[in-house]
């Protein structure tokens, strides 16, 4: 099921908008993101190229009432996994986001 699905469109050269999306987080206009840790980063190959792939957790928190978050079970910090690819090659920046297993029966997030 796909609630809703966007596309966006950079004139910016590809290089740079791949930089800004590993740069992204933590920054001071989105004040939720309080840790990131990268847990995995290697370079390989695919068939059509070299890949950066890269394993990404960041540390969110929610700024929902405390009734809520009491309400739904989830921890005030919730944590997402990014797991993403770079293909140099054919100019590809692959990003699955997943959050933390409270989260998972709620909403799964994939970039391309």
């Not at 990131?36 to 059509?48: A, H, K, P, V, Y």
């Not at 070299?50 to 957790?57: A, I, T």
């Not at 929902?64 to 997402?80: K, S």
Request: proline share 4%; with cysteine.
């Amino acid at each position: 099921m796909k609630t809703w699905v966007d596309s966006y469109t950079f004139d910016f050269p590809w290089e740079t908008v791949v930089q800004a999306a590993y740069r992204k987080y933590p920054t001071r206009h989105n004040t939720n993101v309080k840790t990131l840790d990268t847990l995995e980063r290697r370079c390989g190959q695919n068939g059509s190229g070299r890949v950066l792939f890269s394993h990404r957790l960041f540390g969110t928190l929610w700024n929902a009432p405390a009734l809520v978050i009491n309400i739904l079970g989830f921890n005030e910090m919730m944590y997402i996994h990014e797991m993403s690819e770079c293909d140099t090659l054919s100019k590809t920046l692959l990003a699955r986001h997943l959050p933390s297993l409270p989260l998972m029966s709620h909403y799964k997030v994939y970039l391309r």
